[in-house]
């Protein structure tokens, strides 16, 4: 029997209690790599896509990812097709791993979330958020961040790269 994947399992998926909101996201140095080979390809365009893996004792681990177009075609700011999203995280999620959250890059930027990253967090409380700055000249910089409830500000989570 198929599993049902509507927009309300998604993000009852992705809506965590404070206690379950992972405080570490764990990701592989061949899949750091990879996004790292994706955002200098890109460059100077924004990529973006999804994480997926097994949350642990407050550990995210990230088994997979998969970029989705950035339909803004921007250097400044991303955005995605909200269905490409979900059928995203429901493949994911039939795959047997859970949804962890989003990853970005920041063109010349840094790895604060900007204030439409911010909003953008806000709609998913526990949703962690990558963020890969880079520039040429200054190379990369990268760090993930979350937000706990509709009321929290954003708060670093700590990166560890095996």
Same mark, same amino acid.
């Given at each position: 029997m198929r599993s049902s994947c509507t927009v309300s399992t998604v993000y009852s998926s992705i809506i965590l209690k404070n206690i379950d909101i992972p405080s570490t996201l764990v990701? /592989?140095?061949?899949?750091?790599?990879?996004?790292? !080979?994706?955002? $200098?390809? $890109?460059?100077?365009?924004?990529?973006?896509?999804?994480?997926?893996?097994?949350?642990?004792?407050? /550990?995210?681990?990230? $088994?997979e990812y998969k970029i989705l177009e950035n339909i803004l075609e921007s250097s400044t700011r991303f955005w995605f097709d909200e269905r490409k999203w979900m059928e995203t995280v429901c493949e994911f999620k039939r795959k047997g791993l859970e949804y962890i959250g989003l990853?970005?890059?920041?063109?010349?930027?840094?790895?604060?979330? !900007?204030?439409?990253? /911010?909003? /953008?967090?806000?709609?998913?409380?526990?949703?962690?958020?990558?963020?890969?700055?880079? !520039?040429?000249?200054?190379?990369?910089?990268?760090?993930?961040?979350?937000?706990?409830?509709?009321? !929290?500000s954003f708060s670093k989570v700590n990166l560890v790269i095996t």
């Amino acid at each position: 029997m198929r599993s049902s994947c509507t927009v309300s399992t998604v993000y009852s998926s992705i809506i965590l209690k404070n206690i379950d909101i992972p405080s570490t996201l764990v990701l /592989r140095r061949s899949t750091l790599d990879e996004l790292k !080979s994706i955002v $200098e390809k $890109e460059y100077p365009l924004e990529i973006c896509g999804v994480l997926a893996g097994k949350i642990v004792d407050k /550990r995210a681990f990230v $088994e997979e990812y998969k970029i989705l177009e950035n339909i803004l075609e921007s250097s400044t700011r991303f955005w995605f097709d909200e269905r490409k999203w979900m059928e995203t995280v429901c493949e994911f999620k039939r795959k047997g791993l859970e949804y962890i959250g989003l990853f970005h890059s920041h063109p010349d930027g840094s790895v604060l979330p !900007s204030l439409a990253d /911010r909003h /953008r967090m806000m709609e998913c409380p526990g949703e962690i958020w990558l963020i890969l700055a880079y !520039s040429p000249k200054k190379g990369f910089d990268i760090c993930a961040w979350v937000i706990s409830d509709y009321i !929290s500000s954003f708060s670093k989570v700590n990166l560890v790269i095996t």
